[in-house]
């Protein structure tokens, strides 16, 4: 097959690690982003996404994220090269649903392989045992099914009815559930927007929920940009800090839904002593990125001012701001 003619879309960040943008990083990416390349819009209609059918917004953008086309031969040849030396530790591909997906991603997945063994996240809507099979064959490591959404009610005003798009609560479900057989737990995850109109219990008791069935759980912060077709303001960052401690809690085995008080919603007693709480939170780990292991995505959907996944782990004065968030002394 002819790859020197096919593209992909990469991060700028990835290009910049990868020596093919010149971009100042003060957090370089540890994983490698990539998108399949299509001239296609994407067949679904989520209200947040840029690349969705009725979105008019630029095709080159994810979130807060620029993804330019580039050549997918000299992609994978500086790939891996980065992972042999360490800069990259985890490449990860983003679908859309279009007509050539399948090909596009399987032949992405492929060109990968036969330069590096490093570790591939995919992140795809439901797709079937069959074809999970033949993802893990391929050398998929991860697998990604985002419901974005913490509700069903809200799954299905953003990404689903409501929106006039395809994807089904329950069809997203069931495709965790068959990954989960295929790859084993904590080899699936998902990613969930905080901050599209759920409460905090919405929230936790959801994330309580992915993990005990063995999900791992991305955390996003809704990010109003101009692209959006959404009228919400961005996520409020003390519902963000919440809901990030919280999940910090219920992955590390420290809390559960169940120990944690709920006042109109929102969490109000965590159910442990305030010293392990004071402690969890000045050790800064739970405002950091969550998701597939080296997976950091710098400002993939925050900015300098406003950040609310920490790449790396948050500085003194960084962590004064996180506790003013959480209404701490
Ligand atoms: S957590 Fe990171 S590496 Fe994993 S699928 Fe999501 S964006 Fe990709």
Request: charged share 25%; proline share 5%; hydrophobic share 35%.
């Amino acid at each position: 097959m002819d790859t020197g003619s096919r593209m992909v879309r990469a991060s700028i960040g990835t290009l910049g690690v990868l020596g093919m943008e010149l971009v100042f990083m003060d957090s370089p990416p540890t994983t490698a982003y990539l998108q399949i390349y299509s001239e296609e819009r994407c067949r679904a209609n989520c209200r947040f996404c840029a690349q969705a059918r009725g979105s008019e917004a630029d095709l080159t953008r994810i979130a807060r994220g620029i993804y330019p086309p580039v050549e997918l031969a000299t992609v994978v040849e500086r790939l891996g090269k980065a992972y042999v030396h360490g800069y990259i530790r985890r490449v990860c591909i983003q679908t859309m649903m279009t007509a050539g997906m399948w090909e596009d991603a399987t032949t992405l997945i492929r060109e990968v392989r036969r330069t590096s063994h490093v570790p591939i996240s995919f992140s795809t809507h439901p797709l079937g045992v069959e074809r999970y099979h033949t993802l893990k064959e391929l050398g998929v490591e991860h697998l990604t099914i985002p419901l974005d959404a913490c509700t069903e009610e809200l799954f299905d005003e953003i990404k689903g009815r409501g929106a006039n798009s395809p994807h089904c609560w329950s069809a997203h479900l069931s495709g965790l559930a068959d990954a989960l057989h295929v790859f084993g737990p904590g080899k699936v995850g998902t990613h969930l927007i905080i901050g599209m109109g759920e409460s905090d219990e919405d929230a936790i008791r959801r994330i309580d929920q992915l993990c005990r069935d063995g999900i791992i759980t991305a955390l996003f912060a809704y990010t109003s940009v101009k692209s959006s077709r959404m009228h919400y303001n961005c996520c409020d960052p003390s519902h963000y800090r919440r809901v990030q401690l919280a999940h910090h809690l219920i992955y590390t085995g420290i809390d559960r839904y169940d120990e944690m008080r709920f006042e109109d919603g929102r969490v109000v007693n965590y159910g442990i002593g305030t010293e392990l709480l004071d402690r969890v939170v000045r050790a800064g780990e739970a405002f950091q990125t969550t998701g597939c292991p080296a997976c950091n995505r710098p400002y993939a959907t925050e900015t300098h001012r406003s950040m609310r996944n920490f790449p790396q782990k948050p500085t003194e004065s960084q962590l004064e701001g996180i506790r003013k968030e959480l209404d701490m002394p």
